[in-house]
């Protein structure tokens, strides 16, 4: 089996509901010369062996040497000039951001993740603590802003990590954001996924703490209807905007982690909307509600349907991981200036226009 067909196999493996949402997550394979990675924004339960963006390695190693500048925006456009310049004659795609990171690990194979489970320790108050309880061979990082500096201090780790003990390692916990898996085979990918996912669910059982979101039940036609009017009514004027409803759940309060700012926004409206409400929401915020929780329901709400569909299923995601996180010291935000980041960062603003 040839190499790009064995990450499109892992990728569409990794690629379900119990692992990643909407476009997240990114997988790689890499020989001596050429990384094969997921383009940006797209999904990786409908990778293709040729949607794969072929990249020099040693023309993308050369970020590791810039000198990058110190403003943000600046730095990141840097990387994805660099990056895209490093794609191979006829390559097309815009890779991953997170595409050194995938070639500084001497590995073959790399499938990076954020399933619910796993972010249950990673977004929690002592998740440190339980990563290095439960998986001492791995490396755990403190949050850090995805992109160009997320890719330079975990190189620098991976660094420091093989120095100590002789190997990279194989699991790469990400506070706030999920895990990086890397082997130099399909079933070493597998085997370690087995060992996090099963490890996990184990602690959970352990603190009598449910794996499964409790919905409540989907209300009546005549009750939906009114709901979906009072909904769009308050937000006439401000947006024109599709919307996916749900029975009632916890919804999360804030900033988890990159993937449910995207999809979901940092915070939700929770109350009776009205035009009044939803304006003074949007004053406060920077933005109109993607998640409005009111009378036992919770609408989803986008400007098409995909996206009013991916921001109720992020929400619930996000419901889950507080709700898992309650086995290691409870949710851990994410601080303002990290949320900021996330809401104002070029990348993700492009993998919100590929939904």
């Avoid at 790009?4 to 690629?15: A, C, D, R, V």
């Avoid at 990171?101 to 998740?127: E, Q, R, W, Y």
């Avoid at 009546?220 to 009114?226: I, P, Q, S, T």
């Amino acid at each position: 089996m040839g190499l790009l067909q064995e990450i499109t196999e892992l990728s569409h493996e990794f690629g379900t509901v119990e692992y990643v949402r909407g476009g997240g997550g990114n997988t790689s394979v890499k020989d001596a010369e050429t990384l094969w990675v997921k383009p940006s924004g797209t999904t990786l339960c409908g990778l293709s062996e040729g949607a794969f963006v072929a990249i020099d390695r040693k023309k993308i190693g050369g970020l590791y040497d810039v000198q990058s500048p110190k403003d943000p925006s600046e730095r990141e456009a840097l990387v994805k000039d660099v990056m895209m310049g490093s794609r191979l004659e006829g390559a097309e795609g815009r890779p991953s951001v997170e595409a050194p990171l995938h070639n500084s690990l001497s590995a073959k194979f790399v499938v990076h993740t954020h399933p619910a489970i796993v972010n249950g320790m990673t977004c929690a108050t002592d998740g440190k603590a339980a990563c290095q309880r439960l998986f001492p061979d791995a490396l755990w990082l403190d949050y850090i802003d995805p992109g160009y500096t997320l890719c330079m201090v975990v190189r620098n780790e991976i660094e420091k990590f093989k120095a100590e003990k002789g190997v990279e390692p194989a699991m790469i916990f990400l506070k706030s954001h999920g895990v990086f898996v890397a082997a130099d085979d399909a079933e070493g990918i597998r085997a370690s996924y087995h060992t996090i996912m099963n490890t996990l669910r184990d602690e959970y059982r352990k603190a009598n703490i449910s794996m499964e979101l409790t919905v409540g039940p989907d209300p009546d036609a005549a009750v939906a209807a009114e709901a979906k009017g009072s909904v769009t009514s308050a937000l006439d004027g401000i947006a024109e905007v599709d919307l996916s409803l749900s029975g009632d759940f916890e919804v999360y309060k804030g900033p988890i982690s990159p993937d449910h700012i995207v999809y979901a926004y940092s915070f939700p409206f929770v109350a009776t909307p009205s035009p009044e409400a939803i304006k003074q929401f949007q004053q406060t915020n920077g933005y109109w509600p993607r998640i409005i929780s009111f009378n036992g329901l919770v609408f989803g709400a986008g400007e098409t349907r995909r996206k009013a569909d991916l921001a109720l299923e992020m929400s619930q995601d996000g419901a889950l991981v507080t709700q898992l996180a309650e086995a290691f010291g409870g949710i851990c935000y994410l601080t303002d200036r990290a949320r900021n980041f996330i809401e104002n960062w070029e990348v993700e603003a492009y993998r919100k226009t590929q939904i």
